[in-house]
């Protein structure tokens, strides 16, 4: 797998990661609001709506794949908002878990590693001093006890489904990763497979259409999507009921289909791609859609399969520009 492609799938991940923790947190705002009015102070009532309004600014710009910008501003705010909050209620009402839950996602952010120590000092640093700090001074607010130990398993609880989203996150995105770079891998052998076998039909036709001195004719057909093992079986043998017995059909890539005979003239060649093309039509959803090119040639010695499959391929891209469906030549 190449750099860009790693460098492109952890970026895919960093953001995929980010929104769903930011949506996270943005519910949790909402939820903890009501504790924070009733409180009464109003710095941590209006620290809670910042955040919230956060939440709403992180999730827009993670969208536009500004991963970066969006978890520093997130991991600011709520840096803040437990520092601020601990301020105001004390240390015991669980309100430090969220120092060593922040620690955490700046593990699993998606900035440099010296960024990441830089961060981790600074917020190991904090929970420090903030401890020493609660220890040596009274809350501004003292909670009741029933209040301290409710909101000690709220702020708890909703710090630990946090690192076990996290957790699971990335090892589960880290095998799903695996799956489908084996999948890409095999899609991507099955294709090489299938122009292989492609080409050699091909030049076995060619080899017949130079000993007997008669045409070679070859079909490209493109099709709109990829077509998944149920569709190419039906296409094959829609495609098959319209060519002799001795002609070859086979899959050439994931959406395209290469017919290969030999032919004595250019009309039967066109006559044949005129009637593949209106049996797609009717019984494909997508026929409409679908681009043929066909090439009529006279086989010489030594003549190239790859030089007529490049011609296919530009006939194709023809038919594109132009709005044709059916793009013939004789070379």
Same mark, same amino acid.
């Given at each position: 797998?190449?750099?860009?492609?790693?460098?492109?799938?952890?970026?895919?991940?960093?953001?995929?990661?980010?929104?769903?923790?930011?949506?996270?947190?943005?519910?949790?705002?909402?939820?903890?609001?009501?504790?924070?009015?009733?409180?009464?102070?109003?710095?941590?009532?209006?620290?809670?709506?910042?955040?919230?309004?956060?939440?709403?600014?992180?999730?827009?710009?993670?969208?536009?794949?500004?991963?970066?910008?969006?978890?520093?501003?997130?991991?600011?705010?709520?840096?803040?908002?437990?520092?601020?909050?601990?301020?105001?209620?004390?240390?015991?009402?669980?309100?430090?878990?969220?120092?060593?839950?922040?620690?955490?996602?700046?593990?699993?952010?998606?900035?440099?590693?010296?960024?990441?120590?830089?961060?981790?000092?600074?917020?190991?640093?904090?929970?420090?001093?903030?401890?020493?700090?609660?220890?040596?001074?009274?809350?501004?607010?003292?909670?009741?006890?029933?209040?301290?130990?409710?909101?000690?398993?709220?702020?708890? /609880? *909703?710090?630990?489904? =946090?690192?076990?989203?996290?957790? @699971?996150?990335?090892?589960?995105?880290? &095998?799903?990763?695996?799956? !489908?770079?084996?999948?890409?891998?095999?899609?991507?052998?099955?294709?090489?497979?299938?122009?292989?076998?492609?080409?050699?039909?091909?030049?076995?036709?060619?080899?017949?259409?130079?000993?007997?001195?008669?045409?070679?004719?070859?079909?490209?057909?493109?099709?709109?999507?990829?077509?998944?093992?149920?569709?190419?079986?039906?296409?094959?043998?829609?495609?098959?009921?319209?060519?002799?017995?001795?002609?070859?059909?086979?899959?050439?890539?994931?959406?395209?289909?290469?017919?290969?005979?030999?032919?004595?003239?250019?009309?039967?060649?066109?006559?044949?791609?005129?009637?593949?093309?209106?049996?797609?039509?009717?019984?494909?959803?997508?026929?409409?859609?679908?681009? /043929? *090119?066909?090439?009529? =040639?006279?086989?010489?010695?030594? @003549?190239?399969?790859?030089?007529?499959? &490049?011609?296919?391929?530009? !006939?194709?891209?023809?038919?594109?520009?132009?709005?044709?469906?059916?793009?013939?030549?004789?070379?």
């Amino acid at each position: 797998m190449s750099q860009s492609r790693s460098l492109h799938q952890a970026s895919i991940r960093h953001q995929t990661y980010a929104q769903y923790l930011f949506i996270y947190a943005l519910v949790g705002h909402a939820i903890f609001m009501l504790p924070y009015i009733y409180s009464g102070n109003a710095l941590v009532m209006f620290n809670n709506a910042l955040c919230f309004v956060v939440d709403i600014v992180a999730l827009r710009l993670n969208r536009k794949g500004k991963t970066h910008l969006a978890m520093a501003i997130f991991m600011l705010a709520i840096t803040y908002h437990t520092t601020s909050s601990i301020l105001v209620f004390g240390l015991y009402t669980g309100l430090s878990y969220y120092y060593l839950t922040i620690i955490l996602i700046t593990v699993f952010s998606p900035f440099r590693w010296m960024q990441k120590m830089a961060g981790l000092l600074v917020f190991g640093a904090l929970t420090l001093i903030m401890i020493h700090y609660s220890l040596t001074h009274e809350p501004i607010l003292r909670l009741s006890q029933q209040a301290t130990v409710l909101w000690h398993l709220g702020h708890g /609880f *909703a710090n630990v489904c =946090a690192v076990a989203y996290s957790a @699971y996150f990335y090892l589960h995105t880290n &095998e799903t990763m695996e799956s !489908l770079v084996d999948v890409i891998q095999d899609s991507s052998n099955r294709n090489y497979s299938n122009q292989q076998e492609g080409y050699r039909f091909m030049e076995k036709e060619m080899d017949r259409s130079f000993r007997e001195g008669i045409g070679f004719g070859a079909i490209l057909i493109q099709f709109p999507q990829r077509l998944s093992m149920k569709q190419w079986t039906g296409c094959r043998e829609m495609i098959r009921d319209q060519l002799r017995v001795y002609d070859e059909v086979e899959r050439f890539a994931a959406d395209q289909v290469l017919v290969v005979c030999t032919i004595k003239k250019e009309e039967d060649l066109q006559a044949m791609t005129a009637r593949i093309f209106d049996v797609m039509k009717i019984s494909c959803a997508s026929g409409a859609q679908m681009r /043929f *090119a066909s090439i009529f =040639a006279t086989i010489g010695e030594n @003549y190239e399969s790859s030089v007529l499959i &490049e011609k296919l391929l530009t !006939l194709l891209e023809e038919s594109k520009q132009s709005g044709e469906s059916i793009v013939f030549r004789h070379i």
